[in-house]
Nanobody
Framework: VQLQASGGGLVRAGGSLRLSCAASGRTGSRYHMGWFRQAPGKEREFVAAITWSGGNTYYADSVKGRFTIFRDNTKNTVYLQMSSQKPEDTAVYYC???????????????WGQGTLVTVSS
């Protein structure tokens, strides 16, 4: 499966931004989807994930209550709605996919290219 992320940009602290990730290729499989991010000088970290049905979601503590992950399977697209953003949310955000929940929250098999989010103070 191929993943194409979009929606990054510059936002002020306290603002909102929505990322999108469109999947193509073998989209008939039941892929769980997720988002990771990598800030400058730091390792890539898990942000959020959603099961293929959308019935379960998972979040890193650092974004819980501020970010929402959801998906539209008719469009093969997963979204990350980011609100109340902080400067520490600045990072390159990557979407990811895997056929297992453990995989999509830790070491996803499939990765999209990153999209840069910059939060100014």
């Amino acid at each position: 499966v191929q993943l194409q992320a979009s929606g990054g940009g510059l936002v002020r602290a306290g603002g909102s931004l929505r990322l999108s990730c469109a999947a193509s290729g073998r989209t008939g499989s039941r892929y769980h989807m997720g988002w990771f991010r990598q800030a400058p000088g730091k390792e890539r970290e898990f942000v959020a994930a959603i099961t293929w049905s959308g019935g379960n979601t998972y979040y890193a503590d650092s974004v819980k209550g501020r970010f929402t992950i959801f998906r539209d399977n008719t469009k093969n697209t997963v979204y990350l709605q980011m609100s109340s953003q902080k400067p520490e949310d600045t990072a390159v955000y990557y979407c990811a996919a895997d056929t297992s929940v453990v995989g999509v929250t830790s070491t996803p098999r499939y990765w999209g290219q990153g999209t840069l989010v910059t939060v100014s103070s």
